[in-house]
C-alpha cells in the first residue's frame, strides 16, 4: 500500500454510518503513551528519536493491528504529503513540523494511525463513523494492549500513564466527536452551548482540532482532564454531555422546519445551485455551502445526494487533495477551478 492509494479510498470515519449519524460525523479516542527511561520527545536527542522509531516500528510490525498498514517517516514527505494526512485528520500539524525523528502509521481503512514522536513518543488514534465512542475505545483499548505487551510504557501507580503534557496524565485519552450542529448556529445558540461545554471542562475545537476555528458548522468536543478518570468515567462524561447536545441541534432543526421553512429550503437550495453549478470557489465558501446542502441531505429536502458524498467533498476539496489528484502542485487560482470542477463532477447531476 502507498500514500497515494487513500486518494481513491473512503476513510472508514466518511462514510456518514453509525449512530446519530446525521448530526455526528466520528468519534474518536486518542491514548498518548511513552517508553519508560526514555527522554519525551521534546527533550530527546536525535538518537533517542531514532531509537525509539526503531522499537515502535518493530513492534508494530509483529502485531496483527498492523498487518494492513503503511508506515511512513514524515521527513521523507513532502509538505503536499504532510498536509494531505493532515487534512484526512489522520496526524496533527505539530507532527508535520520539525519531521526529524518522527513517523506515522496508518492502517488501510484509516481506522487505525499512529503518531510516533510527537508531542509523547506514541499517540493511538482510533476514528469511527458516527456517535460510537464506546466501540471507538474498545478498538483503542485492544492496540494499546497488544502494543503494552511488547512495550514497557512509563507509568505511575500514583499518577497513572506519565505524559508530556501535565493535562495528559492519568488515563492519558482523549475521547472527540466531531459534530455537524448548523441549526443551533442558525438559531444562534451555539455560543450559549459551547458556552456551557467550557463551563463542564470540555473542549470545542474546529474541524482539524486544537488552535482551529469552526467551520462548515463542524465542532469538535473533547474531554479536558484526564487525571482522577478512570477511562469509564471519561466516556460517561462525554456521551451524556453529546447527548444532550445531540437533543439541542435536533430541537433546532424542527424548530427552523416548522418555523421558517422557506428561508430553511431557499439556503439550502441556494448553496446546492452555486456548488452544482460554479466554474471558481474557495475552499472556504465551499465548506460552508457544503454543510447547509448536508444539513438539506439529512432533513430529506435534498434528496439525490448522499451523506457519505457530501462527507468525502469536506476532504477532497482541501488544498492538499486537490494537487494529489492532480499529480502536481497548483496555484490558488488553479486550486480554485479544480475545486468547482471536482464539485460538479461529483454532485452536478
Excluded at 513492534?59 to 513532502?78: M, Q, R, V, W, Y
Excluded at 499518577?159 to 501535565?166: E, H, V
Excluded at 495528559?168 to 443551533?184: C, D, E, I, Y
Aim: hydrophobic residues 40%; neutral net charge.
Amino acid at each position: 500500500m502507498k500514500l497515494d492509494d487513500f486518494i481513491s479510498n473512503t476513510g472508514q470515519w466518511l462514510k456518514g454510518r453509525g449512530a446519530f449519524s446525521n448530526i455526528v460525523m466520528s468519534s474518536r479516542i486518542r491514548l498518548a503513551r511513552n517508553l519508560v527511561d526514555k527522554p519525551f520527545p521534546n527533550k530527546a536527542r536525535k538518537k533517542d528519536l531514532s531509537d525509539i522509531l526503531e522499537i515502535v516500528h518493530q513492534t508494530a510490525d509483529g502485531i496483527e493491528f498492523f498487518k494492513k498498514s503503511i508506515f511512513l517517516k514524515i521527513n521523507e514527505l513532502d509538505n503536499v504529503d504532510k498536509q494531505f494526512l493532515i487534512e484526512r485528520h489522520l496526524m496533527s500539524h505539530e507532527h508535520a513540523s520539525n519531521p526529524e525523528g518522527k513517523a506515522l502509521i496508518v492502517s488501510e481503512e484509516e481506522v487505525l494511525s499512529v503518531m510516533i514522536n510527537e508531542e509523547d513518543h506514541l499517540r493511538i488514534q482510533v476514528m469511527q463513523s458516527g456517535f460510537n465512542l464506546d466501540e471507538t475505545w474498545k478498538i483503542a483499548d485492544t492496540i494499546d494492549d497488544a502494543l503494552s505487551q511488547k512495550l514497557d510504557y512509563a507509568y505511575s501507580l500514583h499518577w497513572g500513564y506519565l505524559t508530556a503534557c501535565p493535562t495528559n496524565t492519568g488515563t492519558a485519552m482523549r475521547g472527540s466527536v466531531m459534530l455537524h450542529l448548523p441549526a443551533l448556529v442558525m438559531t444562534k445558540q451555539i455560543n450559549k452551548v459551547l458556552a456551557a461545554i467550557s463551563k463542564l471542562n470540555f473542549a470545542s475545537r474546529g474541524f482539524y482540532g486544537e488552535g482551529t476555528q469552526a467551520s462548515g458548522n463542524f465542532y469538535q468536543i473533547s474531554n479536558q482532564v484526564s487525571m482522577g478518570h478512570t477511562e469509564l468515567d471519561v466516556l460517561q462524561n462525554i456521551n451524556g454531555l453529546i447527548r444532550q447536545v445531540i437533543d439541542q441541534e435536533e430541537q433546532a432543526r424542527q424548530a427552523l422546519l416548522v418555523q421558517n421553512r422557506p428561508m430553511l429550503e431557499d439556503k439550502i437550495f441556494r448553496s446546492y445551485g452555486i456548488l452544482k453549478n460554479a466554474h471558481i470557489i474557495s475552499s472556504q465558501e465551499t465548506v460552508e455551502l457544503l454543510s447547509m446542502v448536508r444539513l438539506g441531505v439529512d432533513l430529506g429536502i435534498v434528496k439525490d445526494v448522499d451523506r457519505m458524498a457530501i462527507n468525502e467533498l469536506f476532504i477532497m476539496i482541501q488544498p492538499a487533495h486537490l494537487q494529489k489528484i492532480e499529480g502536481k502542485k497548483l496555484s490558488t487560482s488553479e486550486r480554485d477551478t479544480k475545486r468547482a470542477s471536482l464539485i460538479r463532477e461529483k454532485i452536478g447531476g
